[in-house]
């Protein structure tokens, strides 16, 4: 089954509304890192987690190793947050460093 | 921000033939990584390095090579392409905490 799984799969966003994207995992994650890829492709680093919260204007992402999961929540949805998010999963082992585990993607649309 | 830039951007390959994807970084990483994107798949890691002369298998390392010659530079060869190696290929370098990535390599097997 998936490691790292990302709901939902697709998001229709109103410009100016919050919402939530969420990751779970079944692999011992230590830490998580969340990437915007942008309509051209481009994979742009969001946050940078290990377990804890992290904000950054608009977005804010939470990082639970405990219960094995991630959320990244996006506030007042701008029509440039539109694209894919990826969360990635790392699960530190000895000599392991920086592997990414990655889940399917959230296709995020903001509408007018 | 770190920086990682991958050549070619675009590539066109016969089926049979030999094809080289190059990545170089310039922030000292001594980790870098190949991925491969496909729809509905994410990012998968095919092969990986943690130095210099350094390379390992990721999780879908068949009908893929690798090779680091120097801290800077780390390639991903296919030395008998076929369609189903057909996707966007991703270089990345990270230093034991964040992993950033190039802007990736359309190849295209006919």
């Known amino acids: 089954g998936d490691k790292v799984k990302q709901s939902p799969s697709a998001l229709s966003l109103q410009e100016g509304t919050n919402s939530a994207l969420r990751c779970n995992f079944s692999i011992a994650a230590t830490t998580v890192q969340w990437f915007l890829q942008n309509p051209r492709g481009s994979l742009i680093n969001l946050f940078y987690l290990v377990p804890g919260t992290k904000e950054n204007g608009r977005l804010k992402s939470t990082f639970n190793s405990k219960e094995s999961y991630s959320t990244l929540h996006i506030r007042d949805a701008q029509l440039e947050d539109s694209g894919t998010y990826f969360c990635?999963?790392?699960?530190?082992?000895?000599?392991?460093?920086?592997?990414?585990?990655f889940g399917a993607g959230t296709r995020l649309a903001v509408c007018p | 921000e770190a920086a990682v830039t991958q050549s070619p951007r675009n590539k066109v390959a016969v089926t049979g033939g030999k094809v080289t994807l190059s990545c170089n970084q310039t922030n000292n990483h001594n980790n870098m990584y190949w991925y491969r994107q496909d729809t509905g798949h994410g990012l998968r890691l095919i092969h990986y390095?943690?130095?210099?002369?350094?390379?390992e298998k990721g999780d879908i390392p068949d009908g893929y090579k690798a090779s680091r010659p120097s801290q800077e530079n780390f390639s991903l060869i296919l030395e008998l392409a076929t369609p189903s190696q057909t996707s966007v290929y991703f270089c990345?370098?990270?230093?034991?905490?964040?992993?950033?990535f190039g802007k990736g390599t359309r190849l295209t097997v006919v």
């Open positions: 990635a999963a790392e699960a530190r082992l000895s000599g392991s460093f920086n592997k990414l585990t």
């Open positions: 990345a370098s990270g230093d034991n905490t964040e992993v950033f």
């Open positions: 390095s943690y130095g210099a002369g350094s390379t």
